[in-house]
C-alpha cells in the first residue's frame, strides 16, 4: 500500500500543488485546511507523515505538533512556515516536530526531505492502526476487518474504499472524487463501480442494508461515512 501523508495546509493553491505533486510521486495524500481539523486527522487516523504549516486558522502549526505528539502520536512531522528565524524552528523542532522547511521552497528539497523522513520511519504506530466506527473494526495496517467481533471479508478495492471513507468521516465524497483518488479514473469515466462497491461494503457492514446508517447516500452529491 502507498505511503500516506496528511498535509495540513490553509492556503488552497500551495494545497492543491503539493498534493498534486505528492500524489504523482505516487503517494497517497489527505489533505486540511484548518489546525483544528488536522488535528482530529493526526490524532484518530495513521498516516506514515503528517506536513503541518505554522499558520493555520483554528489552532496554530505549534499548537497542532505540541498535541499530536501528546497524544502519542509518532508519526513524523514536516513543518512549513514563511517564517525564517531560527527562533522558530528552534520552537517546532522542540515541540516534536522532526524537520522544518521555509516558503518558500524548492519542490525537489521538499520531496528530498520527506523520503528521507520516511526511510525513518518504523511504521504505523499500533495504537493508531486500528478504528473503531460502531459495531465496524478495521485493521489499517493488517488489512482486516471485523464486525460485531466476526472477520468480515473485503476484496483490496472494498477494502481501499473503506479507508478513504475513515479518512474523511463525515465529509460528503462524490462519485467522481472516490473515483479519482480510489481507482485513479478521471472524472468523465462513465462506471457505475462505485455504486457497485458501496452496495457490497453495506451488505457486509450495515445492520440493515436497505436502510444504511453508516455510509449513507447524500442525494444529488455522493456518500458519507457517518460515525
Known amino acids: 500500500m502507498n505511503q500516506n501523508i496528511l498535509l495540513i ?7 492543491l500543488m503539493l498534493s498534486d505533486r505528492l500524489r504523482a510521486e505516487g503517494y ?15 490524532t484518530r487516523l495513521p498516516f506514515d507523515l503528517i506536513i503541518l504549516d505554522v499558520m493555520l486558522p483554528g489552532k496554530n502549526g505549534f499548537d497542532v505538533c505540541r498535541e499530536i505528539r501528546h497524544a502519542d502520536v509518532a508519526t513524523p512531522i514536516l513543518m512549513l512556515t514563511a517564517r525564517g528565524q531560527t527562533a522558530e524552528k528552534v520552537v ?10 521555509t516558503k518558500p521552497f524548492d519542490m525537489l528539497e521538499l520531496v528530498a526531505r520527506i523520503e528521507a523522513l520516511l526511510r525513518r520511519t518504523p511504521g504505523i504506530p499500533a495504537q493508531t492502526a486500528v478504528q473503531q466506527v460502531r459495531s465496524v473494526r478495521v485493521d489499517l495496517r493488517g488489512t482486516e476487518v471485523w464486525r460485531n467481533g466476526k472477520p468480515v471479508p473485503l476484496s483490496a478495492r472494498e477494502f481501499q474504499l473503506l479507508r478513504y471513507f475513515l479518512e474523511h468521516p463525515g465529509e460528503t465524497l462524490s462519485r467522481d472524487r472516490i473515483l ?5 479514473y478521471t472524472a468523465t469515466t462513465l462506471t457505475r463501480t462505485v455504486d457497485v462497491h458501496i ?6 457492514l450495515e445492520d440493515d442494508p436497505k436502510q444504511p446508517s453508516l455510509i449513507i447516500t447524500v442525494p444529488g452529491f455522493g456518500y458519507k461515512l457517518v460515525l
Open 9 to 15: 495546509e490553509d492556503e488552497e493553491a500551495l494545497s
Open 28 to 42: 497517497v495524500v489527505n489533505c486540511s485546511r484548518d489546525g483544528i481539523e488536522g488535528l482530529d486527522k493526526a
Open 92 to 101: 517546532g523542532l522542540k515541540l516534536g516536530a522532526d524537520d522544518y522547511v
Open 180 to 184: 479519482r483518488e480510489v481507482w485513479d
Open 199 to 204: 452496495a457490497s461494503l453495506r451488505q457486509k
